[in-house]
């Protein structure tokens, strides 16, 4: 799923909203009893919709070391 910034996703199965924990989970990101403490469900929520999935930033990542080229004493060479 999709998960945007304000909006309420409906656990079917369950009958209730999907809580900011589950949220930031299907986005790849763990969450600290501390954070849950000290941030509403809500506002964990809207952290999730605006964060990216771990598997999309390690895509990019990967992308980026695959062409990126390397300066060396003012000569441009290539990683391979």
Avoid: Y
């Avoid at 009958?15 to 809500?42: D, H, N, W």
């Avoid at 999935?53 to 000569?75: H, M, P, Q, R, W």
Wanted: charged residues 20%; contains cysteine; hydrophobic residues 40%.
């Amino acid at each position: 799923p999709c998960v945007t910034p304000g909006h309420d996703w409906i656990v079917s199965s369950l009958k209730r909203p999907l809580s900011g924990e589950e949220a930031l989970a299907l986005q790849g990101i763990t969450v600290s009893e501390k954070a849950l403490k000290q941030f509403e469900c809500r506002q964990l929520r809207d952290l999730a919709g605006t964060a990216m999935s771990t598997t999309v930033v390690a895509a990019v990542f990967l992308s980026i070391f695959t062409t990126i080229e390397l300066i060396d004493n003012g000569k441009k060479r290539s990683i391979s």
